[in-house]
């Protein structure tokens, strides 16, 4: 039997928590719910969650930003699925989500009809990225004399944007069928 998909709802607003937890819970997935970061980190580490559903402003010393940083700092952490689920729409916040290594980036309020299938894509996309990586396509500079600017391109990235890059790349090679 396949165990069902954990995700980690953290967010302060218990009604928003509850809603998250019944539409997805109706869908199949175990959900383990956190109302701050220190408790998202605990729980992570107690139950390593597939995908955390994460809210940027949390009460406590931890925000989400941090705990997803933490969340990538550690290794048996670090390749579950992060997605920021918050109520800011500015470019900075969205970029430091990012740099703090999430996968993606959701502005509220969700909409209930899509919130499994958005969790589903999400995880697949994932997935991808960590079965398709861009360095291990085959790919050799010195076969491909063209591609010598882009391997040396994707060697300087910052390990969340290679991340971003993979995505990239395996949501493209899914469309395509390869």
């Known amino acids: 039997m396949q165990q069902p998909i954990r995700i980690l709802v953290v967010d302060d607003d218990q009604d928003l928590t ?7 819970a109706k869908n199949g997935f175990e959900i383990m719910t956190a109302f701050d970061g220190e408790t998202a980190l605990v729980e ?37 699925s992060v997605v920021m689920v918050t109520a800011r729409m500015d470019a900075e916040t969205r970029k430091a989500a990012f740099s703090a290594g999430a996968n993606d980036y959701w502005v509220k309020p969700i909409d209930r009809a899509s919130l499994a299938d958005r969790v589903r894509a999400t995880l697949e996309a994932h997935r991808a990225s960590l079965s398709h990586p861009v360095a291990d396509a085959g790919v050799q500079p010195d076969n491909h004399p063209t591609l010598e600017p882009i391997v040396k391109m994707l060697a300087e990235l910052a390990p969340k944007d290679l991340e971003e890059v993979r995505a990239l790349v395996a949501t493209k090679l899914a469309h395509r069928g390869t």
């Open 18 to 24: 509850r809603m998250f937890w019944l539409m997805l």
């Open 44 to 80: 992570s580490r107690e139950t390593r969650p597939d995908l955390v559903l994460l809210d940027i402003m949390l009460p406590g010393n931890l925000d989400g930003i941090e705990v997803c940083r933490q969340l990538r700092a550690d290794p048996t952490l670090n390749s579950v």
